[in-house]
């Protein structure tokens, strides 16, 4: 394509130009920031939704899941329409935790009530 500013020749894909620097409206970049923040915010999703049935053996995965959504939420930050994943995965992700610590902790009392 051609520089709508300065009409040299330029990449198909450049955002700017390499000539006079001036932005060609495509959005490339932010395009791919998207795809990878939402990216982040599907595994964030379905790490959580999966932790909410594994929890019990891989507390970790509620951790992960948290940890993704989170890392989706902040690179999503530029396109709130395609953060609603990785802000679904942020608090799956929490109620999966809160769950398993609750199990965990009564679990952990019984079992050291039973043993005393
Ligand atoms: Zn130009």
Do not use: P
């Not at 970049?29 to 049935?53: C, D, M, P, Q, Y």
């Amino acid at each position: 394509m051609f520089c709508k500013n300065c009409g040299k020749e330029i990449d198909d894909n450049a955002t700017v130009c390499v000539y006079c620097g001036v932005a060609t409206g495509k959005q490339a970049t932010v395009l791919e920031e998207s795809k990878k923040a939402n990216g982040f915010g599907i595994a964030g999703f379905v790490v959580s939704l999966v932790s909410l049935w594994l929890g019990m053996y891989f507390m970790i995965a509620s951790i992960v899941g948290l940890v993704l959504s989170i890392v989706g939420m902040v690179m999503a930050k530029k396109c709130t329409s395609c953060n609603g994943l990785a802000i679904a995965g942020f608090v799956i992700g929490i109620i999966s935790l809160v769950i398993w610590a609750i199990v965990w902790i009564v679990v952990g009392a019984a079992l050291i009530g039973l043993t005393t």
